[in-house]
C-alpha cells in the first residue's frame, strides 16, 4: 500500500512537472503585445503610416511582437498620450513635435514656421541618425522622460482654413484659429494675426461648428480626411509650417527588445518612414483638388495670398520669443545638406 502511494505521488509530480513546462512553453510563444496610439484617424496617412508600421513588425518577427494601433484618440488627448509613452501605459505614439513639448521643450523647435528649405531637408533635419540637433535632444528625452524618438515622417505643410477669404495678416485680425496646444504653434498662428485658441484636434469639429474657433491649420491630407470642408469655406495656401511627426517609443520597452529586435525596430522605421513620406508628397496635390471637388475655395499667392508678409510677419514673432533659447539648434539645422 505504501509503495503504491509513494508511486502515485511520483506520477502527479512528474505529470506537474510536465504540466508547467507546457505552461512556460506556451507563455514563451505568447506575442509582446504593445499599444501604439495616437489622434488621427485609422484612414489618414499618419494612421495609415501607424498600422503599416504595426504589420511590418508583425511580419518581420513572425507574430512575436503584436502592435495594437489605437487611432482618433481613443486613449486620450495628444498630451495625455504623450506623458502615457512616459509613464509606459502606451508603449508606442505619433504627434508632432510641438505636441511632444510637454516632455521636453525644446523638441518644439522641429515645428517652427518656414524653417525648412523643402521635404529632404526636414528628413534630415528630423531624423537621429542624421541631424545633430535631434540626435543631442533625443538624449534628452530619454534621459529626462524615458521616451525615444524612433522616426520621424513627413505629414504634409501646414495651411489656414477659415470661412472667409484671407490674403494677408491684416485679415486675421480679431479672428480665433485654433492651434495645437504648444508654444511653438501658438506663436505660428499669433504671428499670422490672429487669436490663437489651444484646442485638442478631437475637440476641433465641434469647435469651428459652434464658433468658438473662426479657424484652423494643418496639411491637406488631415483636411480631406477630416472632412474640413463641411466646417470651413476657404483653404488658404500659407505653407507656413512644413512637418514631419515623430513616432516615440517608451525607453524601457525599447531595452527590453532583443538586439535583434532593435535591428528590426530600426530597419522598420526607416521603412515606414519612406512609405509614409512619399505617401503624403504624391497625395497631396490629388487632395487639394478633393477639397476643391468638395466646394472649398482654395487661396494661393496666384490669387493674391501675401505669403511673404506672413512669413515676415511669424518669423518676427518667432524670433522674439524662441530665437535666444533656440537659435544654436537653428544653425545646426541650417547646416545640413
Known amino acids: 500500500m505504501r509503495k503504491s502511494i509513494i508511486v502515485l505521488v511520483v506520477m ?5 512537472v510536465l504540466f508547467g513546462g507546457g505552461q512556460s512553453e506556451a507563455s514563451a ?66 504627434n508632432t513635435y510641438g505636441g511632444l513639448q510637454p516632455l521636453l521643450d525644446e523638441l518644439g523647435l522641429f515645428d517652427t514656421p518656414y524653417l525648412y528649405r523643402d521635404v529632404d531637408h526636414l528628413l534630415k533635419a528630423t531624423d537621429p541618425e542624421t541631424s545633430p540637433a535631434l540626435a543631442e535632444l533625443n538624449d534628452k528625452l530619454i534621459a529626462q522622460r524615458g ?38 504653434y501658438l506663436a505660428a498662428v499669433e504671428g499670422m494675426g490672429a487669436v490663437a485658441v489651444p484646442i485638442d484636434w478631437a475637440e476641433v469639429p465641434v469647435a469651428l461648428s459652434t464658433g468658438v474657433a473662426d479657424g484652423q491649420e494643418n496639411p491637406v491630407s488631415t483636411l480631406v480626411t477630416s472632412n474640413i470642408n463641411e466646417v470651413q469655406k476657404y483653404a488658404m495656401m500659407t505653407d507656413h509650417i512644413m512637418g514631419s511627426e515623430p513616432v ?10 532583443s538586439d535583434a529586435q532593435r535591428q528590426i525596430f530600426t530597419e522598420v522605421a526607416r521603412e515606414t518612414r519612406d512609405w509614409a513620406s512619399n505617401y503624403v ?30 512669413r515676415k510677419a511669424v518669423s518676427k514673432v518667432v524670433d522674439e520669443r524662441f530665437g535666444k533659447a533656440w537659435g544654436r539648434y537653428y544653425d545646426m539645422i541650417a547646416a545640413i545638406e
Open 12 to 16: 502527479i509530480a512528474m505529470a506537474g
Open 29 to 94: 510563444a505568447k506575442p509582446l503585445t504593445l499599444r501604439y496610439a495616437h489622434m488621427n484617424p485609422a484612414n489618414s496617412p499618419n494612421g495609415l503610416q501607424a498600422q503599416y508600421f504595426a504589420d511590418r513588425i508583425a511580419e518581420r518577427t513572425d507574430g512575436a511582437i503584436k502592435i495594437e494601433v489605437y487611432p482618433n484618440s481613443q486613449l486620450g488627448s495628444i498630451t495625455e498620450m504623450a506623458e502615457a509613452v512616459s509613464m509606459g501605459s502606451i508603449a508606442m505614439h505619433h
Open 281 to 310: 508628397l504624391e497625395s497631396e496635390a490629388t487632395d487639394v483638388q478633393i477639397l476643391k471637388d468638395r466646394g472649398m475655395t482654395i487661396i494661393t499667392a496666384a490669387d493674391g495670398l501675401q505669403v511673404e508678409e506672413f
Open 147 to 184: 521616451v525615444r524618438v524612433l522616426y520621424s515622417f513627413y505629414f504634409g505643410t501646414r495651411e489656414l482654413t477659415a470661412n472667409h477669404p484671407v490674403y494677408s495678416p491684416k485679415d486675421l485680425a480679431g479672428k480665433k484659429i485654433r492651434a495645437i496646444p504648444s508654444p511653438i
Open 248 to 257: 516615440v517609443i517608451n525607453e524601457k520597452v525599447w531595452k527590453s527588445l
